[in-house]
Antibody, heavy 122, light 110 residues
């Protein structure tokens, strides 16, 4: 059974940093692209970032480019999101999601975690 | 990276069919066959319903179907049931290692 468990969220002041983690199990982690998707309270889904199976390809939404960095540790079956220079508009539930395609970057998000909440406020 | 355009709401009576549109550009929906659809119940994580425009993951009822014409993708729910009442989102690969979601559609079963 595929499981994705996010952690690391919390309350942080504007301008500060936070690192999110996602622990994966139930599938061969190093064969799949992974993504972060966020959802502000009462709002829709927003793709944040993706990283392919060997970390050779990454992508970022314009809204986070230059501030957020995605990474993965295949030996630990873990995905990370380093978030710097946080802003109030980054307040959201952050989901970790698995890509559906084996060793490709174009797929759908077929499994999701339950999310970790990030609140940016002074 | 502009969001895909979905109608804010859609509705239909039990047993009827309803179609939700998702309009993008030639740089996303029109340029790739990597459109997917998600169902999200309140307080829950999204669930993949359709991938690669019209493919259904195992376990998704065949009442759900997808299609695409030009820059617009569509999700059709046939034989509407009460449990289909919730939010639906489309997504597309948008080139340059980026993805984009639609704003979401709230489906009401009358």
């Amino acid at each position: 059974e595929v499981q994705l468990v996010e952690s690391g969220g919390g309350l942080v002041q504007p301008g500060r940093s936070l690192r999110l983690s996602c622990a994966a199990s139930g599938f061969t982690f190093d064969d799949y692209t992974m993504h972060w998707v966020r959802q502000a309270p009462g709002k829709g889904l927003e793709w944040v970032s993706g990283i392919n199976w060997n970390s050779g390809t990454t992508g970022y939404a314009d809204s986070v480019k230059g501030r957020f960095t995605i990474s993965r540790d295949n030996a630990k079956n873990s995905l990370y999101l380093q978030m710097n220079s946080l802003r109030a508009e980054d307040t959201a539930l952050y989901y970790c999601a698995k890509d559906s395609l084996w060793r490709r970057y174009f797929g759908a998000f077929d499994f999701w975690g339950q999310g970790t909440m990030v609140t940016v406020s002074s | 990276q502009s969001a895909l355009t979905q109608p804010p709401s859609a509705s239909g009576s039990p047993g009827q069919s309803v179609t939700i549109s998702c309009t993008g550009t030639s740089s996303d929906v029109g340029g790739y066959n990597y459109v997917s659809w998600y169902q999200q119940h309140p307080g829950k994580a999204p669930k993949l319903m359709i991938y690669e425009v019209s493919e259904r993951p195992s376990g998704v009822p065949d009442r759900f179907s997808g299609s695409k014409s030009g820059n617009t993708a569509s999700l059709t729910v046939s034989g509407l049931q009460a449990e289909d009442e919730t939010d639906y989102y489309c997504s597309s690969y948008a080139g340059s290692n980026n993805f984009v979601f639609g704003g979401g559609t709230k489906l009401t079963v009358l």
